[in-house]
């Protein structure tokens, strides 16, 4: 390879090094300005849910004091649920209250995991704790 070759070889190598390094910066201050505004963007995006469980909590207790189940305007209807939900804390205690009343079978342990709910929502079981959980339906019209 003659010098000439090499010097334009060498010539656009440190050129293509140079918009190399130009590009890397560029999006190096590009990366830097788009986490800023995501940053602002979820701070305010966290400050909106803030506001907005507020909201709803507010809501909740208002239609909890006045005894009301839904409420509709015309932007939006509410309606206030519940959900139930029993935990079986202690194993052992509950087969042993259910080996008291004759009602254990082999298989009751696999079930009082699964059906826990149907099993003990009239009945207070030693072992079993109960969980309500109260929440409001938003629908936007």
Known sequence: MDIKILTEKCDALAKARKERNGLKEFIDLRRAQFEKTIDRDVQELQKISGDITTSQDEILATMRNSNLFSWRTEAVTISRKSTTKYIVQ??????????????????????????????FKDVAVPGVQCAVHEFISVLNK
């Open 90 to 119: 202690d194993s052992e205690k509950v087969i042993g209250w259910l080996k008291k009343k004759k009602l254990y079978k082999n298989y009751t342990e696999v079930i009082i995991k699964s059906t826990a709910s149907e099993i």
